[in-house]
């Protein structure tokens, strides 16, 4: 069992993501500033688990808020939720999960400040709980998709560790091999993070699936051999038409995906879907520090003024992608009439 995030009393617990898998290391945070930072440093990442953070940043900086007014309570909380806000904006988890924060707040503050104190942190531990519920129900569903021997390929990290627990597209994957089929996955490397190579091959070797890293460079290659049957990914944001923003290089294997004609299907709880958005235009897309690409774990591959671009994510057209399976149940093209009965 995989702890990507927990709520202890002495504070919020995270596996540091950054030094997997050579290194697991848990850290415990126990100021609102250090979740955030911890957000915005990659120590925790993946839209599910990035909501949970917040949320638990949130409960965290409103438990140890100096204040006995409601009034200064209000003005605190505003901060708090402000600051988590700002630490990455594509996913679309975490302005839900502030947003849900708030209107517990709300319904609460009548109760006074104790009563929100201990409102906030059951949020944020249903929202834990409930993470791990839907990726189960998303597995159950999307594991039906899926061949017998399939060969996966899958690009980023959309496991366990993107999320509270068990994972979106890894855990439509977990699902088809507890129901016995045999699959082989192929991860994505994932440049610059590396999230394919360092934590994919890593929660999936610990699970004893079958796993086989390769660069990002080599999916069209295998495609066309004939090696790959199926593309299963996560997602930050989804538009009301079905655009998808997910990890950078999603794009490209979409489009390789429709070339070889290999399903490809994208893996969601429905509150990464961004219903007020038409469409994958007017999502913002995050630009991350240069030297995420111009060093590799610290260590320089390029000189060290290289101009360099660092988009975080890409939007994948809709007409690439095949199916999205959510906890609800799967949408299929034309997405503007499924997502909108899904969200019903
Ligand atoms: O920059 P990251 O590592 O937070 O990006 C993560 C992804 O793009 C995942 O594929 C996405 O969040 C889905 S995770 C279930």
Same mark, same amino acid.
């Given at each position: 069992?995989? $702890?990507?995030?927990?709520? =202890?009393?002495?504070?919020?617990?995270?596996?540091? %993501?950054?030094?997997?898998?050579?290194?697991?290391?848990?850290?415990?945070?126990?100021?609102?500033?250090?979740?955030?930072?911890?957000?915005?440093?990659?120590?925790? +990442?993946?839209?599910?688990?990035?909501?949970?953070?917040?949320?638990?940043?949130?409960?965290?900086?409103?438990? *140890?808020?100096?204040?006995?007014?409601?009034?200064?309570?209000?003005?605190?909380?505003?901060?708090?939720?402000?600051?988590?806000?700002?630490? +990455? &904006?594509?996913?679309?988890?975490? @302005?839900?999960?502030?947003?849900?924060?708030?209107?517990?707040?709300?319904?609460?503050?009548?109760?006074?400040?104790?009563?929100?104190?201990?409102?906030?942190?059951?949020?944020?531990?249903?929202?834990?709980?409930?993470? #791990?519920?839907?990726?189960?129900?998303?597995?159950?569903?999307?594991?039906?998709?899926?061949?017998?021997?399939?060969?996966?390929?899958?690009?980023? *990290?959309?496991?366990?560790?993107?999320?509270?627990?068990?994972?979106?597209?890894?855990?439509?994957?977990?699902?088809?091999? *507890?129901?016995? =089929? %045999?699959?082989?996955?192929?991860?994505?490397?994932? +440049? /610059? @993070? !590396?999230?394919?190579?360092? !934590?994919?091959?890593?929660?999936?070797?610990?699970?004893?699936? &079958?796993?086989? #890293?390769?660069?990002?460079?080599?999916?069209?290659? @295998?495609?066309? =051999?004939?090696?790959?049957?199926?593309?299963?990914?996560?997602?930050?944001?989804?538009?009301?038409?079905?655009?998808?923003? *997910?990890?950078?290089?999603?794009?490209?294997?979409?489009?390789?995906?429709?070339?070889?004609?290999?399903?490809?299907?994208?893996?969601?709880?429905?509150?990464?879907?961004?219903?007020?958005?038409?469409?994958?235009?007017?999502?913002?897309?995050?630009?991350?520090?240069?030297?995420?690409?111009?060093?590799?774990?610290?260590?320089?591959?390029?000189?060290?003024?290289?101009?360099?671009?660092? &988009?975080?994510?890409?939007?994948?057209? $809709?007409?690439?992608?095949?199916?999205? #399976?959510?906890?609800?149940?799967?949408?299929?093209? /034309?997405?503007?009439?499924? #997502?909108?009965?899904?969200?019903?």
């Amino acid at each position: 069992m995989i $702890h990507t995030i927990e709520w =202890k009393d002495s504070g919020v617990v995270m596996l540091d %993501q950054r030094l997997l898998p050579r290194q697991e290391v848990y850290r415990t945070y126990s100021r609102y500033q250090e979740v955030a930072e911890a957000i915005r440093t990659m120590v925790i +990442r993946g839209a599910p688990a990035i909501g949970v953070a917040a949320a638990m940043g949130i409960a965290l900086g409103v438990k *140890n808020s100096p204040v006995d007014s409601i009034e200064d309570l209000d003005a605190a909380f505003a901060i708090i939720c402000d600051t988590l806000a700002g630490t +990455r &904006p594509t996913a679309v988890n975490l @302005f839900w999960a502030i947003e849900r924060m708030k209107s517990v707040y709300a319904r609460t503050r009548e109760k006074g400040v104790d009563a929100i104190r201990q409102a906030l942190i059951t949020e944020s531990l249903a929202m834990h709980r409930q993470d #791990i519920e839907s990726n189960m129900e998303m597995g159950r569903l999307g594991q039906e998709l899926i061949p017998a021997n399939a060969r996966i390929l899958t690009h980023c *990290n959309a496991g366990a560790l993107a999320t509270a627990g068990y994972g979106t597209a890894l855990g439509v994957i977990r699902a088809a091999v *507890n129901a016995g =089929k %045999q699959v082989q996955v192929f991860a994505d490397e994932t +440049r /610059p @993070f !590396l999230q394919g190579s360092r !934590l994919t091959a890593w929660e999936l070797n610990k699970d004893g699936i &079958p796993v086989t #890293i390769i660069t990002d460079n080599m999916a069209g290659h @295998f495609m066309k =051999k004939g090696e790959i049957d199926c593309v299963i990914v996560g997602a930050d944001r989804i538009a009301a038409n079905g655009d998808v923003a *997910n990890k950078i290089g999603t794009y490209s294997v979409a489009v390789l995906a429709k070339e070889n004609r290999i399903p490809f299907w994208v893996a969601a709880p429905v509150s990464t879907i961004d219903p007020k958005i038409p469409d994958g235009s007017f999502i913002k897309i995050e630009e991350r520090d240069p030297d995420e690409v111009r060093k590799i774990q610290g260590i320089p591959i390029t000189q060290d003024e290289a101009v360099v671009e660092n &988009p975080a994510f890409d939007v994948t057209p $809709h007409r690439y992608v095949s199916a999205i #399976i959510t906890d609800r149940g799967i949408a299929r093209p /034309p997405f503007t009439e499924s #997502i909108r009965a899904l969200l019903l």
